[in-house]
């Protein structure tokens, strides 16, 4: 530790840290723009600036940027001397010179990093009286809306954008006072993570255009802590609602998981909870009118669930209390997972390999540590976007590190990027075709699934040679194999990362083996595993048979009445063997949210709430259990939680008294009692009935404004706001003022700070853990319970065969995930369905870029327009995953293909 003075007064701090974060984590209020807690320091902005002095004896001292210079013992400085302060006000000045005087219209008003930093100086009059430079604004795309006027040049943009996630087509032009960020012409912005420019723009020059198409000022909405539902990672959000209707996803703060960023499905796939697809009554089928009561529905469901054959099919995209009610519901015995049986092995194998204790599944945060990668049949910015964007940063981790044996500090950036130029740390990728990150790959080998799988169990045997060995080896994959290997065993903390995309056990035990032939007995591998949906994981663990076991029951006649959660069944296999499944079923009764194929063959539709409307826990591919909470109370009384529907249908099948019904906590205590393997997740989040000084969290701002007049035009009087018996948190301004437990925090905001910079104000130290620590509880022990052994099942070499191709699924970020395609931008950037295919195949095909291709899978015919990728190995094909027009195929698919006359 250190001991610096600041304006007199000692303070023990850690050592490595610059000024500014010492004196943010200390809790002066120090005016910054250009430095950034994930971006480090580039000293652009001077606003940041503090007096430092020799020593205590020095009076005149010199005036430095606070975000450039490093912490010292026996440091004397002074944040409140008054040539500081002038220094800082004359600053924001020079800036506030040319931004319009457009506050009251600007999205950010209100909650702008530079009002408060404006405010913060002092600077409160403009004595600026000319003419001011202005810009043409561009078009960037469904998701981003552009206002140059209001840049004050920071650089934040450009930092983020092209250093931190990649992106090539933002870019920062000509000097001085014109300086323009934007693209060389208009169009969509390319990079899957423009959208953080929004938070990460400290002005209104990048906002979101989703909100800005329903409008609300930030601090009008009720706000919740909540959880992505769009891919497996859990990254940590924050709803924002207003008038019934969700209006905006920001970022919350998890130091174990997304950090400060989340991608732009995550951000703005959530127009799903307003759309006009929505199920919003009770539906029996074959009634005149089929839209029915409650009470009608609940005497309907009394007579079928009393004498029928009941079975359940689980989700993995709905959370734990809704999946264990229904197991509840209809007894173990009857209860199913909702997807196929290949699907189910892949995920019965991953749980294998983590239950074995020999490797570590590591957290998004751990993954920006490793310093050698290899990826096994994954494209991450497509299936899994913000571990793309930790890789990104675990690429620079050694060179940054090995800059500091020379003695460049941590947070320097602009010193870490020149001494590291176009250096990275090694990443190996095998995937049937390009990705994104082959542009930062030290090799990239694109080859089928099965020989992606040898390929690892090669590099497994050239670590260990106890570990299988695949034969009939080429001698070029024989090399690259002992390459990697050779990098991976010299590496301090290398990282493997496979997963489910391509419907390849074989890849997920090669990539098993490679862990444990890496790991010892004092460190274990890590080994990341990519799965499809927000609850796979959690809704693997309850170990249930898969929806292919469900079919033989329903064939056999041992049941004939079928209850589905939250699942579109069309969306797990082969159209025709769906058709089958519902051509055995006598009664189907279905609870989702959104009209779609699976709900057009119920006779029973139940309307359920979706994320933003009810609470629930769900498991993120790291096995973290995380809760989310329902963002606001909606009108209509038929939203309601899937579980509490199923807890209380209950009373017509098991003989519940309704008095005895559950509430979600008393849901997850039962569930972790019969099913140890959830031990843990009862303690994600603080339970109902906590209280800070005997108040609840309030949802909303303490500048929440319009209460009394948003319901005027019903009853002048304003109504008695909705209660929350199921969370600790309230729907009104009322409650607890101060910081909430990490799990329960609904928005950031502190006295001075009313931007989302405020988030610094609740962590342990900024950029660091949440005071309290970051939420989620990890279920998954890692003590092995078992001698550890290699796996085998080694596919043989892929010999593409006369006339079928093998067809994989290609995940892509926009189109793929079921919910966010209903948001417009997200459909907007959506591919449209295309087949991809070899130049080879395409030449023996005849079949040109664009021409249209018959294929064949199954009884199922398919016309789509050919990519034509020189990449991809012959005798294989891809078609985009369960985009729209592409759902009902039972993956890995083979097909025939032909040219279409």
């Keep these: 530790m250190a001991i610096i003075y600041i304006d007199g007064k000692a303070y023990e701090i850690k050592p490595g840290k610059n000024l500014l974060e010492t004196c943010l984590t200390l809790g002066f209020n120090l005016p ?50 008054p040539t500081a302060k002038a220094f800082r006000a004359q600053v924001i000045e020079w800036l506030m010179t040319n931004h319009p005087h457009d506050c009251a219209v600007c999205d950010e008003g209100g909650s702008c990093h530079l009002q408060d930093m404006t405010v913060m100086t002092g600077h409160t009059y403009r004595r600026f009286q000319y003419k001011k430079r202005t810009y ?63 938070e990460v723009c400290p002005t209104g020059v990048f906002t979101d255009k989703t909100l800005k198409e329903h409008y609300t000022r930030k601090w009008d909405m009720t706000m919740a802590p909540s959880i992505c539902q769009h891919c497996s990672l859990g990254c940590n959000i924050i709803a924002g609602e207003r008038y019934g209707e969700l209006r905006q996803i920001t970022s919350r703060f998890n130091g174990e998981v997304n950090g ?42 009394k007579a079928i669930l009393s004498n029928n054959k009941v079975i359940g099919i689980a989700s993995p995209r709905a959370s734990l209390e809704a999946n264990f009610a229904l197991m509840q519901l209809v007894g173990k015995e009857n209860f199913y997972q909702g997807i196929s049986e290949t699907a189910a092995q892949l995920m019965r194998t991953i749980l294998c390999t983590i239950n074995s204790g020999y490797i570590h599944t590591p957290s998004l945060k751990e993954t920006e540590q490793a310093d050698v990668v290899l990826i096994l049949g994954e494209d991450l910015t497509n299936a ?48 049937p075709t390009r990705t994104k990150l082959d542009e930062v790959a030290s090799v990239s080998r694109h080859i089928s699934p099965d020989d992606i799988a040898r390929l690892g169990f090669a590099i497994a045997n050239c670590l260990n040679n106890i570990a299988p060995e695949p034969q009939g080896m080429d001698d070029d994959t024989l090399k690259l194999a002992r390459h990697i290997a050779g990098v991976l065993k010299k590496a301090e903390r290398p990282l493997i990362i496979c997963g489910t995309s391509l419907c390849n056990e074989a890849i997920l035990k090669a990539a098993s083996n490679i862990a444990f032939a890496l790991g010892t007995e004092d460190k274990k591998a890590s080994l990341c595993f990519v799965v499809p949906e927000c609850n796979a994981m959690g809704s693997a663990m309850m170990q249930a048979p898969s929806l292919n076991r469900a079919a033989e029951v329903l064939e056999k006649g041992e049941a004939d009445t079928v209850i589905i959660l939250e699942n579109d069944l069309y969306r797990r296999g082969a159209k025709k063997d769906i058709d089958d499944f519902f051509d055995h079923c006598r009664q189907v009764i279905v609870l989702d949210h959104l009209h779609n194929d699976t709900t057009n063959r119920a006779n029973v539709l139940i309307p ?12 993120n591919n790291e096995g973290r259990a995380q809760c989310f909470f329902r963002v606001f109370k909606p009108k209509n009384e038929n939203l309601r939680e899937s579980w509490r529907w199923l807890d209380e249908f209950k009373q017509f099948k098991n003989g519940i008294s309704p008095e005895d019904l559950a509430e979600p906590g008393d849901l997850m205590a039962e569930m972790v ?25 309030p949802r909303e701002p303490h500048r929440y404004s319009g209460r009394t007049a948003m319901l005027a035009n019903i009853n002048v009087s304003e109504p008695k706001p909705p209660e929350d018996p199921d969370s600790a948190l309230s729907f009104t301004m009322e409650g607890f003022k101060g910081k909430p437990p990490a799990p ?41 319970v078992a001698e550890n052994a290699f796996l085998n099942n080694i596919p043989p070499a892929c010999i593409p065969s006369p006339g079928e191709w093998l067809i994989v699924p290609l995940s892509h970020i926009f189109g793929s995930e079921e919910l966010s395609i209903y948001t417009p931008g997200i459909a907007e950037r959506s591919p449209q369905p295309y087949i991809a295919i070899s130049k080879h195949d395409a030449g023996n095909l ?14 199922e015919d398919y016309e789509l327009p050919a990519r034509i990728k020189e990449e991809l190995p012959d005798g294989l094909a891809g078609i985009p995953y369960n985009i729209t027009g592409l759902s009902g195929i039972a993956w890995p698919a083979k097909g025939i293909l032909t040219k279409a006359v």
């Design 608 to 619: 359920v709430g979706t994320f933003a409307e009810a609470d629930g826990t769900i498991v």
């Design 32 to 81: 910054y723009f250009c430095w950034h807690p994930a971006m480090g320091s580039v000293g652009a902005c001077r606003q940041c600036a503090v007096k430092l002095f020799k020593d205590e004896q020095d009076t005149n001292g010199r005036i430095v940027m606070s975000c450039m210079e490093a912490v010292k013992d026996n440091m004397y400085l002074s944040v409140d001397d």
């Design 744 to 784: 329960l925090i609904p928005f950031f905001w502190a006295p001075g700070w009313n931007s989302v910079q405020a988030v610094n104000k609740y962590q342990v130290e900024v950029g660091g853990p949440l005071q309290g620590g970051d939420p989620g509880k990890r279920l998954f022990s890692e003590t092995p």
């Design 260 to 301: 400060y960023f989340i991608c732009d499905r995550g951000r703005f796939g959530y127009d799903f909870v307003n759309s006009i697809n929505r199920i919003q009554q009770p539906l029996i089928r074959g009634r005149i009118p089929d839209a029915v009561d409650k009470q009608s529905l609940y005497s309907h469901l």
């Design 136 to 198: 043409k604004n561009q078009y960037l795309g469904p998701f981003i809306n552009h206002e140059m006027n209001r840049c004050i040049q920071c650089y934040r943009c450009v930092r983020f954008y092209k250093d931190y996630a990649g992106g090539k087509d933002l870019d920062v032009f000509a000097a001085h006072d014109h300086v323009y960020f934007g693209r060389t012409e208009d169009g969509v912005l390319e990079n899957e993570f423009s959208g953080n420019l929004a």
């Design 846 to 859: 005849n079949i040109s870029e664009s021409e249209m291709v018959k294929v064949q899978i199954k009884d």
């Design 673 to 697: 009692e019969l099913m140890p393997q959830f031990k843990g997740a009862e303690t994600a989040a603080p339970p109902a009935n906590f209280r800070i000084n005997g108040q609840k969290i």
């Design 384 to 431: 899994a976007p913000l571990l793309a964007l930790a890789l990104r940063q675990a690429l620079s981790k050694k060179t940054f590190e090995n800059a500091q044996q020379i003695n460049i500090p941590s947070w320097h950036d602009a010193a870490l990027r020149e001494f590291a130029q176009q250096e990275k740390g090694a990443l190996f990728i095998a995937y």
